[in-house]
C-alpha cells in the first residue's frame, strides 16, 4: 500500500489530534530514523508509520518528509513540534501536579544515568532528597548515553545524568542543569613513571611497550575518533589492544599491567581502590560537562526541583582522584 493510499484511509477512519499521536510525532521528530523512534516508544514500525499517517490526515498536510527510513520535518511539522511540545509540557505539569493531591499515590522519580554519576553522586542527593520526601521512590537506570536519551525521549526517564557533549542542540523541551566537570587522565601502571618525560625514548623498552598500549572505551561515537586523534597526536605508536564497554573494566586491565587507557578521573573512584595500582597523569583532553537533562517542568515541580538542587550539592561535594601533573610527553605543542 502506498504512503498516498495509508494517508487517505487513515483520514477516513479516525481525524482526531490526539494526545497519543503528539506524543509519538513529538519522538518521531527528535529520533534520527523511524527505527530509532519505534525502539524508544516500544511500538513496531508500522503502527509507527499509519500513526503518523493518521495525524497527518487530521491535519491536512505532510508532517514530515520521507527519506529512506528518515524522517525529515516540513514547514508544518515543525510549526506543529512547537505547538505539541507546549502542549505535552502542560499535561506533564498537569500529571504532577494532580499527583501530589493523590492520597497513597507514591510518586516515582526515574533516573538514568553514567555510571560514575550513579555511584558517586546520586546516593547522597538520594539521601538528602529522602529527608524532605521520604516517600518519593527511585527508578534508577545504569546507562550509556544514547540509551539515556532514548529513554527521556520515550518517557521512561524524569532525570538524564548525561555529559552535556552527548546532547544534541536539538533537544528541545529539555533543560541542562550543571553538575559538574570531569576531567580526563591518562590511567597508566603504577610501575610506569611518566613525570619529567618528555619523549618514548627515555624509558626502558619495557615501559615503551607498556606505553604503547592501550584499553579504550567502545563509544561508537565522535567521541571515538576523539580519543584516537588524541593517541595520534601524543602517543603515535600507540596501538588498542582491546575495548571495553565500561571505564570499570578498562581500568581492571590497566592494573594489571596490560596497557593504558584515557579515562574520565570520576571513573576512577567508582571503586575505592582503583587507584591504589594506578598513576593518573592530568592531561589536555576536553573535560566531561556533566548536566541533569530534564523536561523543562521539572525545574519547578517538587519534589523533582529540590532532586536536582540535592545533585548540585552533592556534585560540588564530590572530590576528584588525586592527580599527576601533565609530564612533557603529554603535553603536545
Known amino acids: 500500500m ?3 493510499e495509508v494517508f487517505r484511509k487513515a483520514g477516513r ?5 490526539t ?41 491536512g498536510t505532510p508532517l514530515f518528509e520521507r527519506r529512506s527510513n528518515q524522517m525529515i520535518l516540513t514547514e508544518a511539522g515543525h510549526f506543529l513540534l512547537r505547538k ?5 509540557r502542560n499535561m506533564q505539569e498537569l500529571e504532577d501536579g494532580l499527583a501530589e493531591f493523590s492520597d497513597g499515590v507514591r510518586v516515582t522519580l526515574r533516573i538514568a544515568g553514567l555510571s560514575s554519576m550513579l555511584r558517586l553522586v546520586l546516593p547522597p542527593a538520594i539521601a538528602r532528597n529522602h529527608e524532605l520526601f521520604p516517600d518519593v521512590e527511585y ?8 540509551d539515556i536519551l ?14 552535556a557533549g552527548a546532547v544534541a542542540s536539538a533537544s528541545t523541551g529539555f533543560m541542562q542543569v550543571p553538575l559538574l566537570e ?14 619529567g618525560v618528555v619523549h618514548t625514548n627515555e624509558l626502558t623498552p619495557e615501559a615503551q611497550e607498556l606505553l604503547n598500549r592501550s584499553i579504550r572505551f567502545s563509544f561508537g561515537s565522535a567521541h571515538s575518533e576523539h580519543v584516537q586523534e588524541w593517541y595520534a597526536d601524543l602517543l603515535p605508536d600507540n596501538r588498542p589492544i582491546a575495548s571495553t564497554r565500561g571505564y570499570g573494566d578498562a581500568l581492571a586491565l590497566v592494573r594489571a599491567g596490560m596497557g593504558v587507557c584515557l579515562t574520565p578521573a570520576l571513573a576512577c573512584i567508582m571503586d575505592s581502590t582503583l587507584t591504589a595500582d594506578l598513576n593518573l597523569y592530568r592531561v589536555s583532553f576536553p573535560p566531561r560537562k556533566i548536566v541533569a537533562l530534564v523536561p523543562t517542568q521539572y525545574r519547578r515541580t517538587q519534589p523533582y526541583a529540590s532532586f536536582l538542587e540535592a545533585l548540585q550539592e552533592a556534585s560540588a561535594s564530590l572530590k576528584l582522584p588525586p592527580m599527576m601533573e601533565t609530564p612533557p610527553l603529554l603535553a603536545g605543542g
Open 2 to 4: 502506498s504512503y498516498a
Open 13 to 17: 477512519r479516525n481525524g482526531e489530534i
Open 19 to 59: 494526545l497519543q499521536r503528539m506524543r509519538i510525532f513529538w519522538a518521531v521528530a527528535h529520533s534520527e530514523t523511524l527505527t530509532k523512534a519505534a525502539k524508544q516508544l516500544g511500538l513496531s514500525q508500522p503502527t509507527l508509520s499509519q500513526q503518523i499517517a493518521s495525524l497527518e490526515a487530521a491535519v
Open 84 to 88: 505539541a511540545e507546549s502542549v505535552l
Open 139 to 146: 527508578d534508577i537506570h545504569d546507562c550509556a548515553p544514547p
Open 150 to 163: 532514548e529513554m527521556l525521549y520515550g518517557r521512561r526517564a524524569n532525570i538524564g545524568l548525561i555529559n
Open 182 to 195: 570531569d576531567p580526563y587522565v591518562l590511567a597508566v601502571p603504577k610501575r610506569l613513571e611518566l613525570e
